[in-house]
C-alpha cells in the first residue's frame, strides 16, 4: 500500500469462484473461510497442516487491547470465565482488585467491563480464535482457544504503559501463558519492564506487534515489541505476496518472526467482520501458532515453544535483513514438536472440495497512519537465558548511537497509542466492513465501512 493523503471512497465489484479446492471442513460451513487468505492458503502459515495435530483446545490466549465484543457469534463460545467471580454481584469475590471480572478486566476502571469500543480487540481476537464449523464468518488459526479479555485502551485507542503493566500482570496470575499486545509505542519504563520480566518468570511469551512506522526498529526501538525481556516475541507483518507489508516495522536484531498482516479479514465491532492491516494483524497469528503447539505438546513449556515457532520460520529472500527469523509457518513448527510416530492421521473426512459463488460488493475509504507518540523511557535491559543468566540474544543486540540514546532519556509519561491508529497523513490501511447476508442467498455484501476519527 502506497503512504500518500487520505483518499475518496472506491468502490470495486468482483464474483471470486470458490469451488473445487481442498479445504478443511469447516470451510464448508463458514462462508468466509475462502476470504481468509492467511488460512485457506496451505502455505500462508501452515495452519492447515497444523490442524491435523491440533486446534488449540482449551488453550488460554491473554488480548490486550481495546477490549472484545463479548456476544459476537464468532467469539461468544470462545471467552474465558473466571472461575472465582460470581457474575454480577457488585463484589471483588477473587479478591484480586477487579471487581465483576468475569471473562477479562478493564484495568483503567478495575472491573470487568471489558466490551469493545472501537473494534480493534475483536478483530485481533478473531485471528486467535474465531468459532469455526459454526455456519458464521470465518474462523481463528487456533479455534479451540479461549480468549480472555483485558481491556487497557479507551474508545480513543489511548493507554499508557502503566495500564499495559497492569493488564500483563492480570493476565500472567490468571493463568494466561500466551499474551497478544498488538500495540506500540516509542519509549518503555520501569513498570512495564517489570511486568515484561514478571511475565517471562511465570513461563509466559507476550507476543508484541512491532508497530506501523515504515522503520527499522534496531535504530528507532518501537515498545514493547523492542524490549530486551526474555517473554517478548516481536512480530512484523507480511502481504499476501509473502514480502513485507509497506508500513510494517521491521528489524533484523530486533524483529523476531513475520506473519500476514495486510488484508486481513476477522470479527469486527457489531456482530460483523471486516479487513484490516497492520502488525496488529499479525500478531495474533503468531499467538495463534503458540496456541496450537501447546494444545499438542502441554508438557513443554513456552520457551520451547517458541523456539520451534522460529526455528521453522521460512526464509524468504523478500525478508532477508528485516527480520531475525522468517516468515511463520506454523505446520513445519507442529512436525517440530509431534514426531514420528505421534503424528496422528487426519481422520477421513477431514477435507471438502466444493464451494460457492460468493459476489462482493466493496467499498473501502483509505485512511492515514499517526505517528506513535512515545511512553515515559527507561534504559534497556538484557534478556536472559533459560538458565537464568544475564544475556542477549544475538539477534536483539544492537548498537545504540547517541539520537537513540537521547529518545531513551527518561520523560514524563504519556500516552500509548495502538499501533495502526488511523489519522493523519502516515499512511494508509483497509478498512472493508464485511455485513453477512442470510446464508440463503449465497452472497456476501462489503459495506463501506467509515475511518473512525
Not at 504503559?161 to 509505542?185: E, F, K, Q, T
Not at 516509542?186 to 517471562?200: F, K, M, N, P
Not at 489519522?423 to 464485511?434: E, I, K, M, N, Q
Request: aromatic share 4%.
Amino acid at each position: 500500500m502506497s503512504r500518500h493523503r487520505t483518499q475518496s471512497l472506491a468502490t470495486v465489484a468482483a464474483v471470486l469462484a470458490l469451488a473445487g479446492a481442498a479445504a478443511p471442513a469447516h470451510a464448508a460451513t463458514d462462508p468466509l473461510f475462502d476470504e481468509q487468505w492467511a488460512l485457506s492458503n496451505p502455505t500462508a502459515t501452515g495452519a492447515q497442516e497444523a490442524w491435523t495435530q491440533s486446534r488449540g483446545d482449551g488453550v488460554l490466549v491473554a488480548v490486550l487491547d481495546s477490549g472484545v465484543q463479548l456476544n459476537h457469534p464468532d467469539l461468544i463460545s470462545k471467552l474465558w470465565r473466571n472461575p472465582g467471580e460470581i457474575a454480577g454481584n457488585g463484589v471483588d469475590d477473587d479478591r484480586n482488585g477487579y471487581v465483576d471480572d468475569v471473562h477479562g478486566a478493564n484495568t483503567m476502571t478495575f472491573n470487568g467491563n471489558v466490551d469493545d469500543d472501537e473494534g480493534h480487540g475483536t478483530h485481533v481476537a478473531g485471528i486467535v480464535a474465531a468459532q469455526a464449523a459454526n455456519g458464521t464468518g470465518g474462523a481463528g488459526i487456533a479455534p479451540g482457544a479461549r480468549i480472555m479479555a483485558v481491556k487497557v485502551l479507551d474508545a480513543n485507542r489511548a493507554g499508557n504503559s502503566s495500564l499495559l503493566a497492569r493488564g500483563i500482570r492480570y493476565a500472567v496470575d490468571g493463568g494466561a501463558r500466551i499474551l497478544n499486545v498488538s500495540l506500540n509505542g516509542d519509549g518503555t519504563s520501569d513498570g512495564l519492564e517489570a511486568a515484561l520480566r514478571y511475565a517471562g518468570e511465570r513461563g509466559a511469551t507476550v507476543v508484541s506487534s512491532a508497530g506501523n512506522n515504515s522503520r527499522d526498529i534496531d535504530a528507532t526501538p518501537s515498545y514493547p515489541a523492542s524490549s530486551m525481556a526474555p517473554a517478548v516475541l516481536s512480530v512484523t507483518a507480511t502481504e499476501r505476496s509473502g514480502g513485507l507489508l509497506s508500513i510494517a516495522n521491521h528489524g533484523l536484531n530486533s524483529v523476531d518472526l513475520a506473519a500476514p498482516g495486510g488484508s486481513i479479514l476477522s470479527t469486527a465491532f457489531g456482530s460483523r467482520y471486516e479487513l484490516r492491516s497492520g502488525t496488529s494483524m499479525a500478531a495474533p497469528f503468531v499467538a495463534g501458532a503458540l496456541a496450537l503447539l501447546a494444545a499438542a505438546r502441554p508438557e513443554l513449556d513456552q520457551p520451547a515453544l517458541r523456539a520451534a515457532l522460529l526455528q521453522s520460520a521460512q526464509r524468504p529472500s523478500s525478508l532477508g535483513g528485516k527480520v531475525a527469523s522468517g516468515r511463520l509457518d506454523v505446520g513445519a513448527a507442529m512436525r517440530r514438536v509431534v514426531t514420528g510416530a505421534a503424528w496422528a492421521t487426519p481422520a477421513a473426512g477431514s477435507t471438502q472440495t466444493g464451494g460457492a459463488t460468493v459476489r462482493i460488493l466493496a467499498k473501502a475509504r483509505i485512511c492515514g497512519l499517526h505517528r506513535h507518540r512515545p511512553l515515559a523511557s527507561d534504559r534497556s535491559r538484557p534478556r536472559r537465558d533459560l538458565a537464568g543468566a544475564a544475556q542477549r540474544p544475538p539477534h536483539r543486540q544492537r548498537a545504540r548511537g547517541n539520537a537513540v540514546a537521547a529518545a531513551q532519556a527518561r520523560q514524563p509519561q504519556r500516552p500509548l497509542p495502538l499501533e495502526g491508529r488511523r489519522r493523519g497523513r502516515r499512511g494508509v490501511a483497509d478498512r472493508r466492513r464485511y455485513a453477512q447476508l442470510p446464508r440463503a442467498a449465497q452472497a456476501l455484501r462489503i459495506v463501506g465501512g467509515r475511518c473512525r476519527r
